[in-house]
């Protein structure tokens, strides 16, 4: 829901593109104080997709579009 909402609202401002830091969920983030940065990533740790790859896959597969000018 976060990644579906996420690109709805980039995709209502004049912007050219939007950017997911995190690929991956970062196992180092387990039971430190980085934990709250467990499940952040569109695939898990070891690699299986999580349900948020296939909105941003379909986002980043649409024709380019570029920003309208202010």
Known sequence: AF???MLREAQALPLS???W???WDPAYARD???AAFE???LFT???K???AWADWAKAANRPYEPA???
């Open 3 to 5: 990644v579906r909402r």
């Open 17 to 19: 593109f939007a950017v």
């Open 21 to 23: 830091f995190a690929i």
């Open 32 to 34: 430190t104080e980085y």
């Open 39 to 41: 499940s952040i990533g």
């Open 45 to 47: 740790a070891d690699d």
């Open 49 to 51: 997709e999580k349900p």
């Open 68 to 70: 309208p000018k202010p």
